[in-house]
Nanobody, 126 residues
Framework: QIRLVESGGGLAQVGGSLSLNCEVF??????????VGWFRQAPGKEREFVAA????????YYADSVKGRFTISRDNATLPVDLQMNNLNSPDAAIYYC?????????????????WGQGTQVTVSS
C-alpha cells in the first residue's frame, strides 16, 4: 500500500515563501514509472493542478498561475518531492495535496493520479 505524507504548510505573508514536502511510503512504489503532482483546493473551489514532475526524467509542469514563483523538484536518490513556493499571494491559500500516478499522460488532470496524501494547509496573510 502506498501512502503519501505532506508537510511544510503553514502561514506566510504576501510576498513570502513556504516549502512543501511530499514523502512517499510503500514497498510497491516504483518511482521510475511515476509522476508526482501537487494540487490545491481553496474553500468553495474545485481542486486545481499546481505542478508535477516525472520521476525518471525530471520533466516539470506548472500551472500558469504559479510559473516563475513555484519550483517542484526531487532528489533522484530519495523519494521526497519538494514544492518551493515564492512570492506567495492571497489566491495561493489552499490545502495542498501531493499525488502520484503511474504512466500519467495528462499531468494536469487529477483523475490521472492514483494515490493522494491528506493535504497540508497553506495560509497567506496580507
Amino acid at each position: 500500500q502506498i501512502r503519501l505524507v505532506e508537510s511544510g504548510g503553514g502561514l506566510a505573508q504576501v510576498g513570502g515563501s513556504l516549502s512543501l514536502n511530499c514523502e512517499v511510503f510503500g514497498r510497491t512504489f516504483n518511482r521510475y514509472r511515476n509522476t508526482v503532482g501537487w494540487f490545491r483546493q481553496a474553500p468553495g473551489k474545485e481542486r486545481e493542478f499546481v505542478a508535477a514532475i516525472t520521476w525518471e526524467r525530471g520533466t516539470t509542469y506548472y500551472a500558469d498561475s504559479v510559473k516563475g514563483r513555484f519550483t517542484i523538484s526531487r532528489d533522484n536518490a530519495t523519494l521526497p518531492v519538494d514544492l518551493q513556493m515564492n512570492n506567495l499571494n492571497s489566491p495561493d491559500a489552499a490545502i495542498y495535496y501531493c499525488a502520484t500516478g503511474r504512466n500519467v499522460i495528462a499531468t494536469m488532470i487529477d483523475s490521472e493520479y492514483e494515490n493522494w496524501g491528506q493535504g497540508t494547509q497553506v495560509t497567506v496573510s496580507s
